[in-house]
């Protein structure tokens, strides 16, 4: 089956309001709270596994948060299922689009040290409207600095990061 330019498999298990039954939420937890209709939200996506939200309080106009539907303090975190994040990426070009601006961040943030505010994993869309150069993510040489490095520290980056990966199993590691 074909589909439409600018959508994916998994427009087709859009089931808004529903829980894939292998779902684990946390009473305790906001975002959970807002899957399950226990606590306010301004939805504007949602699918089985992911559900798009505007942000409180938001660093832009349409500043949207994507969460799964799973609760999980981080990526990294142990028994976050890989379909839980399947449909990220698609929602958030999805969630760009509707937006309406040429210019956007993509931001996902793991730990507090990393500026993580919830302990619930979530992707930022963030909005840079070009008339307005004080809203969304300010990003300049000092915010956003970078250092230099040899080819030699590259080499043992890589190095370091495929042994963790196959020593994980992970498939895609590149040789």
Same mark, same amino acid.
Request: some cysteine.
């Given at each position: 089956?074909?589909?439409?330019?600018?959508?994916?498999?998994?427009?087709?298990?859009?089931?808004?309001?529903?829980?894939?039954?292998?779902?684990?939420?946390?009473?305790?937890?906001?975002?959970?709270?807002?899957?399950?209709?226990?606590?306010?939200?301004?939805?504007?996506?949602?699918?089985?596994?992911?559900?798009?939200?505007?942000?409180?309080?938001?660093?832009?106009?349409?500043?949207?948060?994507?969460?799964?539907?799973?609760?999980?303090?981080?990526?990294?975190?142990?028994?976050?299922? &890989? !379909?839980?994040? #399947?449909?990220?990426?698609?929602? %958030? +070009?999805? /969630?760009?689009?509707?937006? *309406?601006?040429?210019?956007?961040?993509?931001?996902?943030?793991?730990?507090?040290?990393?500026?993580?505010?919830?302990?619930?994993?979530?992707?930022?869309?963030?909005?840079?409207?070009?008339?307005?150069?004080?809203?969304?993510?300010?990003?300049?040489?000092?915010?956003?600095?970078?250092?230099?490095?040899? &080819? !030699?520290?590259? #080499?043992?980056?890589?190095?370091? %990061? +495929?042994? /963790?990966?196959?020593?994980? *199993?992970?498939?895609?590691?590149?040789?």
């Amino acid at each position: 089956m074909d589909t439409p330019c600018g959508t994916s498999s998994a427009d087709t298990e859009v089931h808004a309001g529903t829980l894939p039954h292998d779902t684990k939420l946390d009473p305790n937890c906001i975002f959970c709270k807002i899957v399950t209709g226990e606590a306010p939200s301004f939805k504007v996506y949602e699918t089985k596994y992911s559900l798009a939200f505007l942000a409180k309080p938001p660093v832009s106009h349409g500043h949207t948060l994507i969460i799964p539907k799973y609760h999980s303090r981080t990526l990294t975190d142990p028994g976050l299922p &890989d !379909e839980f994040l #399947a449909d990220v990426g698609p929602i %958030m +070009k999805k /969630i760009a689009v509707m937006n *309406g601006e040429d210019s956007y961040n993509i931001i996902q943030n793991n730990g507090r040290t990393a500026g993580q505010s919830v302990d619930h994993v979530h992707f930022h869309v963030v909005t840079k409207p070009t008339n307005q150069p004080n809203q969304g993510l300010v990003l300049t040489p000092q915010s956003w600095p970078s250092y230099p490095t040899t &080819d !030699e520290e590259y #080499a043992q980056d890589a190095a370091t %990061m +495929k042994e /963790i990966g196959r020593s994980h *199993g992970f498939p895609g590691v590149s040789a």
